[in-house]
């Protein structure tokens, strides 16, 4: 930011400089002008003084002095009518620097204002406080939606909008609200219903039976919807149906895009599934060999027996004051180097605090991404302001050291405020 600010400066004088050259010469040959009137009238009276010393010596007789003075007059009047000519160019100097001032001052003004109008100003802003404003004007523009739906609430793409909007903020209460405000049209598209699936699963932190069913509902809509797919498979595979959650995710994959993230993600998933039901790999051709890999990773994080980090939460004495006992405490494990989406999470309260956590494999939101997954993790913890998981201004927050799954006794004191 503070470069951006130096290179912009560094440019507005740059411009200034080309701009007001002009005026800066012009100010420099009205000061010369100024002085040839005096420069003049000394110079002729040295000359009477020349002349009146060679009469008196004899060497110019007195008809001679006449003429002499008379041609010095008619040379004084001469200079001095240039002079005059002149006079108007150097009584514009005066508006001519009150111009260069003017423009001094309004370049730099208008520049900052069409700056502000059509360019990016929260681009020079660090990350965390472009995060903080965007979140805020997301919130604006959903308080702007949520009150234009109250007053026209006959419109199923408005609230599909609106549900959508509070779910990416964590809102789930809101969202599912929204989400049953949708009416009829909800229970026609296997989207929608999905959507409602997955936000379940992400406010409850795992399937529940309503869930299930609204996953199932979704399929039997649209056989090839992606999202239902890639939720029934999860949803079979967290139930132990293996076999089924493998075939489910098998219609997925010839959908996605081969050798994406998400391909071999779901690739993986497959040979995790295939190998735990002991029905062996049935990839489409293609993916075989990918699968065969993924295989072999997911066996190996199967019998990895550092499944969970464990450890003990506190509140720092010196930010006691600014945490409310029934403010919510968000405790997540992420890995490392991958997605920000939590390994597992836990849900408490500030009036718990201080308390001993253990985070697992079994708390995981999808099956291939766990705990035991990752090469190393951090735990991190936020006592929000909202109540949301999404960071907030004046959320409290702690993080351990990077470690390697299974590790024990960790300390985490929230000892940060979010800006």
């Not at 010393?53 to 040379?75: F, I, K, M, P, V």
């Not at 253990?358 to 929000?384: F, H, K, N, W, Y």
């Not at 004046?394 to 000892?415: E, F």
């Amino acid at each position: 930011m503070t470069y951006f600010y130096l290179a912009a400066a560094t440019l507005v004088v740059v411009a200034l400089a080309l701009l007001l050259r002009p005026w800066w010469s012009a100010s420099r040959r009205s000061a010369s002008a100024d002085s040839l009137p005096a420069l003049n009238t000394a110079i002729h009276r040295d000359r009477l003084v020349e002349l009146e010393r060679d009469r008196s010596n004899g060497t110019l007789s007195t008809a001679d002095l006449a003429e002499a003075r008379e041609e010095l007059q008619r040379q004084l009047l001469d200079d001095t009518a240039a002079t005059e000519v002149t006079g108007p160019q150097s009584a514009g100097a005066g508006f001519s620097r009150s111009s260069g001032i003017a423009i001094a001052i309004l370049l730099p003004l208008i520049a900052v204002a069409i700056y502000a109008l059509l360019g990016s100003p929260a681009a020079v802003l660090p990350g965390a406080a472009q995060t903080q404003r965007a979140a805020a004007d997301m919130e604006q523009l959903v308080v702007k939606l949520a009150s234009k739906l109250e007053k026209n609430p006959d419109n199923p793409e408005g609230w599909a909008m609106l549900a959508r909007s509070y779910k990416s903020l964590g809102r789930w209460d809101d969202a599912e609200r929204a989400f049953t405000r949708i009416g009829p049209d909800l229970n026609k598209s296997a989207e929608l219903l999905a959507e409602l699936a997955e936000m379940l699963v992400q406010k409850n932190q795992s399937f529940d039976p309503r869930s299930r069913e609204l996953i199932k509902q979704a399929l039997r809509l649209e056989p090839t919807n992606m999202l239902a797919l890639f939720m029934g498979g999860g949803e079979a595979i967290d139930g132990g149906r293996y076999a089924e959650g493998a075939a489910l995710l098998e219609r997925l994959l010839p959908q996605l895009e081969p050798g994406s993230e998400d391909a071999r993600m779901v690739e993986a998933t497959i040979a995790s599934a295939r190998a735990r039901s002991g029905a062996g790999q049935k990839l489409p051709q293609g993916t075989q060999r990918a699968g065969e890999t993924a295989k072999g990773a997911a066996k190996g994080a199967a019998n990895a027996t550092a499944k969970s980090v464990s450890g003990r939460v506190e509140l720092s004495p010196a930010l006691k004051d600014k945490a409310n006992p029934d403010d919510v405490v968000f405790i997540f494990v992420r890995a490392v180097d991958g997605p920000r989406m939590p390994l597992a999470a836990q849900r408490a309260r500030v009036a718990d605090l201080p308390m001993d956590f253990m985070l697992d494999d079994g708390q995981a939101l999808m099956p291939e991404a766990t705990i035991s997954s990752a090469q190393q993790v951090r735990v991190e913890v936020r006592v929000s302001k909202t109540g949301k998981a999404t960071p907030g201004k004046g959320d409290l927050t702690g993080k351990s050291a990077t470690v390697k799954p299974g590790a024990k006794g960790l300390r985490i004191v929230i000892d940060q405020v979010d800006p």
